[in-house]
């Protein structure tokens, strides 16, 4: 480490002047109020830039201040987070919120081990609201500022966690004194538009002569690319309606897309038909038989470690489900308001544009 430290730091004043001159213009780069940059960033989470702009908005709109948060309910959270994904995240800001109303007046705690104990608080969430907000000197560790210092030093392996302490120690010493609001945003953003995880843009990079990776010609294999093997599921979902209403389900309050509504199916076995894990999947979770089904459509949805392809029928059931706390019959035009899983939004979409094309003709 002490070799790869040695390495001549990059100075601030050229990514700070490159920032100025080059970064986007984001909305939550407006505000130095520490819930609207908590907001962007929890949201900006295994999330691109153009996807949460609209989300950030509507939330801010919807939820103003940390008091608006935590006197709001879980289900409209998780409705006006529906499409972001990774839904635990918006069940941690209502609870946090709650928290910092409750017990710290509504302000966000400027003391790190205060913040990192709140619910959804880890260590990046952490150090990125509070430095870019109270400019408290505390290195930034994402996916782009891991690679664009793992080429900085040219430090070999997959960019992950084992990096960090080499990675901190090193931000640790290049960090000013002052701007660290804009300094943090800068190394992010640099990592963001210019160094690329493939064809990097250096002869463009404010810190090309700093760079080790690219004096040595390597920054195209740093760093190592991991292979994770996604896994394949395939599910057979039920469309249930009765009297233009559609039956959905809630899940359960832990777990996978907890508190989420769905429409009834379950996952493939292997060797298994299909159409026999419709019947299986309905009559086990709603005690029904499934008299017809019609195949509609695919869905295709991508989570981190799984690719689910949803096969949607059309279905006739005897008795028809009933309804209680966690099992409704909902017309088209009100799915809207219940929070589902992205996939089962792409079935509502596709029902909602099937239907208009019926009222049309």
Request: glycine letters at 4%; one cysteine or more; hydrophobic letters at 40%.
């Amino acid at each position: 480490m002490k070799k790869i430290l040695a390495h001549n730091p990059l100075k601030s004043r050229d990514l700070l002047l490159w920032y100025q001159n080059n970064a986007r213009e984001l909305p939550w780069r407006k505000t130095s109020d520490p819930y609207k940059i908590w907001i962007s960033e929890v949201m900006l989470q295994q999330t691109t830039v153009n996807a949460v702009i609209n989300y950030y908005h509507r939330w801010l709109k919807r939820f103003p201040t940390i008091q608006s948060l935590a006197r709001g309910n879980i289900h409209d959270i998780l409705n006006l987070w529906q499409g972001l994904g990774y839904y635990q995240r918006a069940r941690n800001i209502h609870k946090a919120a709650q928290i910092i109303y409750k017990d710290h007046h509504g302000e966000i705690p400027k003391n790190p081990k205060v913040l990192r104990k709140l619910p959804g608080f880890g260590p990046y969430t952490t150090n990125a609201v509070l430095s870019i907000a109270y400019e408290l000197r505390l290195p930034l560790i994402d996916t782009n500022i891991r690679r664009l210092v793992m080429r900085q030093l040219a430090l070999r392996g997959v960019a992950n966690i084992k990096q960090n302490k080499t990675i901190t120690t090193y931000l640790e010493k290049i960090m000013p004194k002052k701007n660290i609001s804009f300094f943090n945003q800068a190394l992010m953003e640099l990592g963001a538009l210019i160094c690329k995880p493939k064809n990097p843009l250096c002869l463009l990079c404010p810190i090309q002569k700093n760079c080790k990776a690219f004096q040595k010609g390597i920054q195209e294999l740093i760093p190592k690319t991991s292979k994770n093997k996604i896994k394949k599921i395939n599910a057979a979902i039920a469309l249930i309606q009765k009297e233009r209403k559609f039956f959905i389900q809630k899940r359960p309050e832990k777990g996978l897309l907890a508190g989420l509504w769905e429409f009834p199916g379950g996952k493939q076995e292997k060797e298994k038909k299909i159409e026999e894990t419709l019947k299986r999947e309905i009559k086990e979770e709603l005690k029904v038989s499934v008299t017809k089904s019609d195949f509609l459509m695919k869905v295709k949805h991508y989570y981190t470690q799984f690719a689910v392809t949803l096969h949607v029928f059309t279905c006739d059931v005897v008795p028809f489900p009933l309804e209680d706390d966690t099992h409704k019959w909902v017309i088209l035009k009100n799915l809207k308001n219940f929070p589902m899983p992205s996939g089962s939004a792409k079935i509502v979409s596709k029902l909602k544009h099937d239907d208009n094309q019926q009222r049309r003709a």
